[in-house]
């Protein structure tokens, strides 16, 4: 049975049933692609809402020095890339991160690893969608044609926002009223999703709450997907166009708005504060390994697909860098924490002309985002159903437009309808946590090849380093300064030290009594409120000094669950860490023990690391999502298994 779940791929095999086609599943796909049109792949998996959103937080909280941290996540994700590069050398068809498992663990393992990337894509692709929602629906508020008294075309609120985003924003708005903030002085996301809750028409109690555009953006990337590899680049090739122009020409104009009195300090908030956006930063890159599952219509993929992959990555490490000094010369850093970096920085000195157009191609950069992640999932699935391990339907090939067809619908069916009613926040979370397993487990399948002599190589090979002193040495330097320079930090993670609730999560989890109560301690406490004066208890709060809200919470009649997270509840979320620290030190072991390349072991060490940082309710859904899998795997797949129906007429 054990030796079953961990049945092997051959290379040669592999790379024979590619060169018929297959077999009975037909025709094989399209060799289209070169080294130009991957490297347009990637910018365009890339470069999306990382330069048009997130480098905004990033910035304000990392000030100019951000740019630091492009580079050294550009580092970390070459680590993998280079993984995935030999990989894609060696196993040069669709499956991407599946068949190179497939090929270093075995079949449990290629299941669990494909049926993560079923995720990864699927989360991603609806992660996009909302997100692609979002700015269509705000440059459609910003259109202004005086001639035909065009004000705006304003899509309401509860038809661009999911279910759950506008029920939780609701109730969370009438705590907060209740605890005596007016609705004026809500954020703009709070105020947004309650009012689409309260305007949502209702059938009974049920309020009908979706978002519309994002479902009609899946709807035409599946189609042009549907029609083809070529209408694909095409389409691909034209969007990178038009983003990079923009990119190029706010660079070029921002460039003489830029004071360099701005760039002091450099590093306003130190490493902390630039380590910060790591995981936001580690997201924006992740697109390159969607460029793998294309191998099958490379016209040269050992030489191609690493060289696409390079490219990709410093390309738009080089742009990302660029856009951080210009945004943070511009403008001071602290100014940067907006959805909409870009547009705000030239609103700022008043050339309204340029936000504009970075505003349209924004929509164009998440719309190549999409089209590249959509195209990926298809061929996932494609290459688990040529190994028996899905239905025959989903490596079926159209017979004129030569891509997996019944795959590609119902990979549109399967993004577009969550992506109605699911949260932002939810999908990105779990889309990290898939694509940075793969990312583990590509790095671990070149370490377990590494000294296997019988493996047929491809043209491209990780060079090689040995680990065996650098990362015992670096174990042992991040142990002392753990120990030194975040000594109580350090103390209060291992010893469980209980952790004080923000002013906000306070207030909004008190019942009424409790409320009233705390209002009351507030009266008596060190900032006097004057009479006559509405007491927002959130605001009142916030504003103490970190002395002053650790003394008012230590005095506080209320139950110490409500005021600190503790015990389980505070230590369930360290299990992340401890499993890394636990990996560290094996992975130390064998590096001493086995001599590891030290690049295939930074990549898997650094992608483990963003995975821990995700938090336990990730790795807890995650956990879910894969038990769902082996489900139906040991149901379905098991029994399907081409290898295991091979072994079986063999015996």
Not at 99 to 113: M, Q, R
Not at 334 to 343: E, M, N, T, Y
Request: aromatic share 12%.
């Amino acid at each position: 049975m054990f030796e079953k779940l961990f049945r092997k791929k051959s290379i040669s095999r592999i790379l024979e049933d590619a060169e018929k086609g297959h077999g009975e599943h037909g025709d094989s796909l399209q060799k289209t692609l070169g080294v130009r049109d991957l490297t347009a792949f990637g910018i365009a998996a890339i470069i999306g809402a990382g330069i048009f959103s997130t480098i905004g937080k990033a910035s304000a909280d990392g000030g100019p020095a951000v740019i630091f941290l492009f580079i050294f996540t550009a580092i970390a994700c070459s680590f993998a890339a280079f993984a995935y590069a030999e990989f894609a050398s060696m196993v040069p068809v669709s499956g991407s991160a599946y068949t190179y498992s497939y090929v270093a663990f075995g079949e449990l393992v290629a299941w669990i690893i494909g049926w993560s990337l079923i995720m990864e894509y699927s989360i991603g692709n609806i992660t996009v969608a909302i997100s692609w929602s979002d700015y269509f629906t705000g440059l459609l508020s910003s259109i202004n044609i005086p001639a035909i008294g065009l004000k705006g075309i304003h899509v309401p609120d509860w038809a661009t926002m999911d279910y759950l985003s506008a029920y939780n924003g609701h109730k969370h708005a009438e705590a907060l009223v209740n605890a005596g903030k007016s609705f004026a002085n809500l954020d703009e996301a709070t105020k947004l999703a309650n009012n689409a809750w309260i305007t949502a028409p209702k059938i009974g109690n049920f309020h009908i709450v979706a978002d519309i555009p994002a479902l009609g953006i899946i709807v035409l990337i599946t189609w042009l997907i549907y029609r083809g590899m070529k209408e694909s680049r095409n389409a691909s090739n034209a969007m990178v166009v038009v983003k990079l122009a923009v990119i190029l020409l706010v660079l070029a104009v921002g460039v003489f708005y830029v004071d360099t009195a701005n760039w002091d300090p450099f590093a306003p908030n130190g490493v902390s504060g630039v380590l910060k956006g790591v995981s936001a930063v580690f997201f924006a890159y992740i697109g390159f390994d969607a460029i793998s599952t294309t191998a099958e219509e490379c016209k040269n993929p050992q030489r191609d697909l690493p060289r696409g992959m390079m490219w990709a990555i410093i390309i738009c490490t080089i742009l990302y860098v660029a856009i951080a000094l210009v945004l943070t010369g511009i403008v001071n850093y602290s100014l940067l924490a907006v959805g909409d970096p870009l547009a705000f920085v030239f609103d700022h000195i008043n050339l309204k002309l340029m936000s504009g157009i970075i505003a349209v191609s924004a929509v164009f950069a998440m719309a190549s985002v999409l089209l590249v992640f959509q195209m990926g999932q298809p061929r996932i699935w494609m290459s688990m159903s040529r190994d028996g391990l899905l239905p025959k339907a989903f490596s079926k090939i159209h017979p004129v437009y030569k891509t997996p067809s019944f795959a590609t619908i119902v990979v549109g069916f399967v993004v577009a309808i969550p992506s109605l009613f699911m949260n932002l926040t939810i999908v990105t979370d779990l889309c990290s946590i898939g694509t940075l397993f793969a990312f583990v487990l590509v790095c671990a399948g070149v370490l377990v090849l590494q000294n296997k002599p019988n493996i047929q190589r491809g043209k491209f090979k990780t060079p090689y380093v040995n680990s065996k002193y650098i990362i015992p040495v670096v174990l042992i330097a991040s142990l002392i300064y753990g120990f030194t320079a975040y000594k109580d930090q350090t103390n209060a993670f291992i010893f469980n030290s209980p952790r004080i609730y923000e002013p906000v999560h306070f207030i909004t989890s008190l019942s009424g009594t409790e409320l009233e109560s705390v209002k009351e301690e507030i009266k008596n406490g060190p900032v006097k409120v004057a009479p006559g004066e509405t007491l927002d208890a959130a605001a009142y709060l916030s504003e103490l000094s970190e002395v002053q809200y650790q003394q008012f919470m230590d005095q506080s009649a209320v139950s110490a669950e409500k005021k600190y997270e503790e015990g389980w509840s505070l230590f369930k979320h360290k299990i992340p860490m401890w499993i890394f620290f636990i990996i560290c030190l094996v992975i130390t072991y064998f590096c001493i023990t086995k001599n590891l390349s030290l690049i295939p072991v930074l990549g898997l060490m650094s992608c483990l690391y963003m995975m821990c940082e995700l938090g336990i309710s990730n790795w807890i859904g995650f956990g879910i999502w894969l038990a769902i899998g082996l489900v139906v795997y040991f149901l379905y797949g098991y029994r399907h298994s081409k290898l295991g129906k091979e072994s079986k007429a063999i015996s």
